[in-house]
């Protein structure tokens, strides 16, 4: 791994970002709604009974890196920590890691910090 400002880190970054434009909002690609409202159309959507349903979450990509970049926990792992320690802790969670990792060695990506909003709702009682 390149350190981070290097030309070496620079260009794979250039070549990276390419490569995901060629990818967002294309068929066999990924949807970004922010960069075109019509990618709403490609949600995956369902219904369940909000008897069955505990908890739901939202999160940005940056909230998402405690399981899909870091890898300290599972989705089923992320929900008992919202559920047990609010989203301040999954928050303090993903910026400790990020802070652990400054020259984005460990677990590469693209930046050192990212946005990271969390919106969580749970059933109080039975």
């Not at 970002?17 to 060629?22: A, Y």
């Not at 559920?83 to 969670?93: A, C, N």
């Not at 802070?99 to 969390?118: G, N, V």
Request: charged fraction near 25%; hydrophobic fraction near 35%.
């Amino acid at each position: 791994m390149t350190a981070p400002g290097s030309p070496e880190r620079q260009r794979a970054h250039e070549a990276l970002v390419q490569e995901e434009r060629s990818l967002r909002n294309t068929p066999g690609g990924y949807w970004v709604a922010a960069a075109d409202p019509a990618a709403a159309s490609q949600a995956l959507t369902g219904t369940e009974s909000a008897s069955r349903v505990q908890g739901a979450a939202l999160l940005a990509d940056g909230a998402a890196r405690l399981v899909t970049t870091f890898h300290a926990t599972d989705w089923q792992g992320y929900m008992t920590l919202l559920r047990h320690g609010g989203p301040e802790e999954v928050l303090r969670q993903v910026r400790e890691a990020e802070e652990s990792d400054p020259d984005l060695s460990r677990w590469p990506r693209s930046k050192q910090y990212d946005d990271a909003t969390t919106a969580y709702i749970h059933q109080a009682c039975c």
